[in-house]
């Protein structure tokens, strides 16, 4: 199969235009025949194998982002392995299930420890999602030849600079409540000009979580997961009544939403599951930041324009997006601030 | 309203004797008593139950309360403070402080339970450091007033020919007691290892917090056997927390965790107050009159099973750490570090 083909097999399986997957490979690998044949380069010609086999560690709490990157393995061609999670990740293999049999030939899928450990040795390119400490024990086992993609622990943020649509509450409630708020790109805490009354704003917020649970309660959520959150939340409880810069809105009965208002505006990290902070947007954001700020992946803002993303960009966030779109980023974006098909090819030039 | 001293003496002989009061009355005054003489607990108490009827109603606290470095958690005037145990904490992490008027109740229920457990009247050696070298440590606090004698010296390191020599001298059954991680470093440590003397015991306690290690307690209570000689169901587990004043004990593989007529526990489902119906997985909420100086309900963050009136523990501090898009992976770290089936 060429790069066409493949793209159009994937196209079908991921709801996205074959033009748009060529595009990609346009700007990634500088043409779209790249992978397909000799292209001038410069004074020279120049084309691009994949690096193969690709082991993919995949998370389950993420699906978008694992059908992302198989997505990538498969569009330039490579073989591609991907460890699931023990409990499997169903969307992938729904995933895998609509490409035609030259895609699925280039696909092994383990949950095994054992199989995911011998692939690790083998693999020419070892992509991971996972903890510092666990990219950094994973990237110990590789040889200096292996290409290394690490897409460790990550944290994201929202900015609300004003809100005269009234509908900043609802948009943020969205970011948080997909995919309940797993993943690098939905956010922990959500910084309210003080104009807009961040409080009260929190309290809005409490309410579109509410309304957003009633249809789309969380599922799949594990008993360690359910103690972090009543546990942070009881310890908010405790600060918020004996502190008023304090307030907390839960759901009743069970662990399914929490939103935090605390007036300090330093990063304070979520247990995830739905638990939000929000806080008074600082002058200096980047003190606020300070020690996430390599951590930082997505600014999801309010409202959006690329003029305020210049100025938030300084703050070391990899992607600022519209608020409401935190979960989605463009088939386009730089993952983690990385090319995305760049670094999983190489070259063989000619002339 | 009874003082302090008052509600101590009532307090101290019920846990004597059970039919010297009534465990709901005494709980309940001094529920009142610590908010009439805490702002913090009154404040947060009060924000969920203004006026319990029953114990069950009483809000137990959560640990992060024992961290506030301005206001302490105390049902007495602060310059009555005697003695101070700190939680254990990673680097970077506030410690939780537990004051006391005095230690009168802790040392009885400590003793008391012992007793009342019928657990082993035998010399009592411990892996760790002394209390003059740990002053500051409940649990070495609780071995010196069983009467352990400490075998880990002010660097930390274990003296292994004194544990040999005691052994060697003594020969006669004893305990051996320790935290869960200093016996596996004991085991780990290459050095020469003394079987324990026939009819001799185990006591572990701790769980494996903060160090990374996951060990089951099968595997765990094997290694026990193996490298001391000591039956497995010679082995003691004790459950307690520094915020505590009493403790509860399991004895072998599938006890349940048992404490005496002073303590009570209830699992809560996460999310609400409400208790899991029996056999319901949740988290462990107790109740410990010997409490009397601080709270005497305490939220851990442990996981139980509960069973009838008391628990089964199923896992210490079991906080997931946010960790994004990891589970798979640290799943694999976990086989290529330790070999995990």
């Not at chain 2, 010297?20 to 404040?43: M, T, V």
């Not at chain 2, 006026?51 to 009555?80: G, H, V």
Request: charged residues 20%; negative net charge; hydrophobic residues 35%.
């Amino acid at each position: 199969m060429d790069t066409n083909k493949r793209a159009t097999a994937l196209s079908k399986a991921i709801g996205t235009q074959a033009e748009t997957l060529l595009e990609l490979v346009a700007k990634e690998l500088g043409h779209r025949d790249s992978l397909d044949r000799f292209i001038s380069y410069g004074d020279i010609y120049t084309r691009a194998h994949p690096i193969s086999p690709i082991l993919h560690i995949v998370s389950g709490n993420t699906p978008a982002a694992a059908i992302q990157t198989l997505t990538r393995g498969l569009l330039i061609g490579a073989f591609n392995q991907i460890k699931l999670p023990s409990e499997g990740i169903q969307e992938v293999e729904d995933f895998v299930e609509k490409l035609p049999s030259e895609l699925k030939s280039l696909i092994e899928i383990t949950r095994s420890r054992q199989t995911s450990t011998e692939w690790l040795r083998s693999a020419r390119a070892v992509i991971v999602f996972g903890s510092d400490e666990t990219v950094n024990e994973i990237e110990s086992k590789l040889f200096p030849s292996q290409i290394f993609i690490p897409h460790n622990h990550k944290v994201s943020i929202a900015v609300i600079d004003s809100d005269e649509n009234k509908e900043a509450a609802k948009l943020t409630a969205l970011d948080i409540a997909k995919y309940d708020q797993q993943g690098c790109l939905s956010p922990h805490d959500i910084y309210v000009h003080p104009k807009e009354q961040p409080r009260s704003f929190a309290a809005k917020l409490a309410d579109a979580l509410s309304e957003l649970n009633t249809k789309y309660p969380p599922t799949g959520r594990t008993i360690e997961e359910n103690i972090k959150i009543d546990d942070l939340r009881r310890s908010y409880s405790f600060r918020s009544s004996n502190d008023t810069s304090v307030q907390i809105w839960k759901s009743d009965s069970n662990t399914d939403w929490t939103v935090v208002y605390e007036e300090d505006p330093q990063f304070a990290a979520s247990p995830l599951g739905r638990f939000v902070f929000v806080k008074p947007l600082p002058n200096s954001l980047n003190d606020a930041l300070n020690i996430n700020k390599e951590h930082l992946s997505t600014i999801a803002l309010y409202p959006f324009s690329i003029k305020r993303a210049e100025t938030l960009s300084l703050c070391g966030a990899t992607r600022i997006c519209p608020l409401g779109s935190s979960q989605d980023p463009s088939i386009f974006w730089h993952h983690d601030g990385l090319q995305t098909l760049a670094p999983l090819v190489h070259w063989t030039d000619a002339g | 309203m009874n003082t302090y001293t008052q509600i101590e003496s009532q307090i101290l002989s019920f846990i004597d004797n059970e039919k010297n009061g009534n465990f709901e009355e005494l709980i309940i005054q001094a529920h009142l008593f610590q908010k009439e003489n805490c702002q913090l607990l009154r404040n947060y108490c009060e924000s969920i139950c203004k006026e319990p009827r029953s114990w069950q109603d009483i809000p137990p606290l959560p640990t992060e309360a024992f961290k506030n470095s301005e206001e302490q958690i105390i049902s007495f005037s602060k310059i009555q403070i005697s003695s101070t145990f700190l939680t254990s904490g990673t680097t970077g992490e506030v410690r939780g402080s537990h004051h006391f008027h005095n230690l009168k109740l802790y040392e009885k229920s400590i003793h008391s339970t012992w007793a009342n457990l019928q657990l082993p009247k035998l010399p009592i050696i411990c892996l760790t450091q002394s209390p003059p070298a740990s002053p500051d440590s409940s649990l070495i606090h609780m071995l010196s007033t069983l009467g352990g004698k400490f075998l880990i010296n002010s660097s930390g390191h274990l003296d292994h020919s004194n544990l040999k020599l005691i052994i060697k001298k003594n020969n006669r059954p004893l305990v051996l007691a320790g935290t869960a991680l200093a016996f596996l470093h004991l085991f780990e440590s290459g050095k020469d290892i003394p079987t324990l003397p026939e009819n001799s015991w185990v006591m572990e306690t701790g769980g494996y917090k903060g160090s990374g290690r996951e060990i089951s307690k099968e595997d765990f209570y094997m290694m026990i056997n193996n490298n001391l000689n000591v039956p497995i169901e010679n082995i003691i587990n004790e459950y307690s927390m520094t915020e505590l004043s009493s403790q509860f004990y399991s004895i072998g593989m599938h006890d349940i965790h048992k404490g005496c007529h002073w303590v009570r526990t209830r699992v809560l489902k996460p999310g609400s107050d409400e208790e899991v119906p029996d056999e319901g997985i949740g988290l462990l909420s107790i109740y410990d009159l010997a409490n009397l100086g601080s709270s005497i309900s305490i939220m851990t963050n442990d996981l139980a099973k509960k069973k009838g009136n008391t628990f089964e523990l199923l896992g210490r501090d079991k906080k997931s750490t946010p960790r994004g898009c990891s589970r798979a992976a640290d799943e694999m770290l976990s086989k290529i570090k330790y070999g995990h089936k």
